[in-house]
């Protein structure tokens, strides 16, 4: 029998292995944020085609950046995740970002049963290298035609040290 009281937490994290909620499908332009004090997602706003999602995006349940919001997640897939879908993903790195002067970071993570791609990476830098660079350009640039230079891409780092973020996200949520 299922039990109800039971919320869906932070999975695994020691052991590599997370849940993440998806907010923005890969490829999409709809910048939808999870509503913690609504219990729902919303659409923030639309950005311009050529700042589509390079990845899915999503957070992990039971955690808080920096910045207040949960913990965000780069999903590397090959498909487009639904929006407000949960799934087990496996850590590959953390990419430290900077947004409007708060920490921001993004885990970045692959499908932890993924048949096409979960066996090819077992690290962010067994990622192409273009991609890479696609994903720090990203994240660099896409807020640029609004307010210019209000984010930096930090540089990134391993899987422990997304551990680590991670711990540190999970301590901020249970102290909130």
Request: aromatic share 10%; glycine share 6%.
């Amino acid at each position: 029998m299922a039990d109800f009281n039971k919320i869906l937490d932070y999975g695994d994290y020691k052991n590599g292995e997370i849940n993440v909620v998806i907010e923005i499908p890969k490829g999409s332009v709809q910048k939808i944020e999870w509503r913690r004090d609504l219990g729902c997602f919303m659409l923030d706003r639309l950005e311009p085609e050529v700042f589509a999602k390079p990845t899915n995006y999503g957070f992990i349940p039971q955690t808080l950046d920096e910045d207040g919001d949960e913990l965000d997640v780069l999903l590397v897939s090959d498909q487009k995740l639904t929006t407000g879908i949960f799934t087990k993903a496996k850590i590959l790195g953390v990419m430290h970002f900077v947004d409007d002067g708060e920490v921001d970071d993004k885990i970045i993570a692959v499908l932890a049963d993924d048949r096409n791609l979960g066996d090819i990476y077992e690290t962010y830098e067994d990622l192409p290298k273009q991609f890479i660079k696609q994903i720090e350009f990203h994240f660099n640039r896409y807020k640029d035609l609004k307010k210019p230079n209000s984010t930096v891409v930090k540089g990134f780092a391993g899987i422990d040290e997304a551990k680590k973020v991670i711990a540190d996200a999970i301590q901020r949520w249970k102290k909130r």
